[in-house]
């Protein structure tokens, strides 16, 4: 299970927001299409903004930015983003990808496949298996 959960995040990125002003997200789904945005970054080369992210998949440092507030959210107003999909979109394969990785990772029976401490529970064989 991926920590913070979704309503822990969205409090955290709209604790900023004035009380007449409408938060930045008002969905998981906005969550998610903000964390899969950052995930693709990072996978693009971008330098994470957290400390010990080396080992971590992408979308675990995205959170983990977002969550401390490394990284912040700006509206989009209905434009496609750079792979040339709509929000909407780009947020279903997003999620189709997500759900994807889960099944993954819960038929691997390992929680995180990219966590350091893997190696300490697991043999060399197993874990070259899993990637």
Request: proline fraction near 5%; avoid cysteine.
């Amino acid at each position: 299970m991926i920590h913070p959960s979704y309503s822990e995040l969205m409090q955290e990125v709209n604790k900023e927001t004035e009380i007449d002003e409408p938060p930045v997200v008002n969905s998981r789904y906005s969550i998610v299409l903000a964390t899969s945005k950052r995930a693709r970054q990072i996978i693009g080369g971008d330098t994470p903004l957290v400390p010990h992210a080396n080992g971590k998949k992408p979308l675990s440092v995205a959170i983990e930015e977002l969550y401390r507030g490394e990284v912040k959210i700006m509206p989009e107003d209905g434009r496609k983003d750079d792979g040339g999909l709509t929000e909407m979109e780009a947020l279903q394969e997003d999620m189709e990808e997500m759900v994807q990785e889960n099944a993954e990772i819960e038929n691997s029976g390992v929680e995180d496949a990219g966590d350091a401490d893997i190696a300490e529970e697991y043999d060399t064989e197993e874990i070259s298996a899993l990637h």
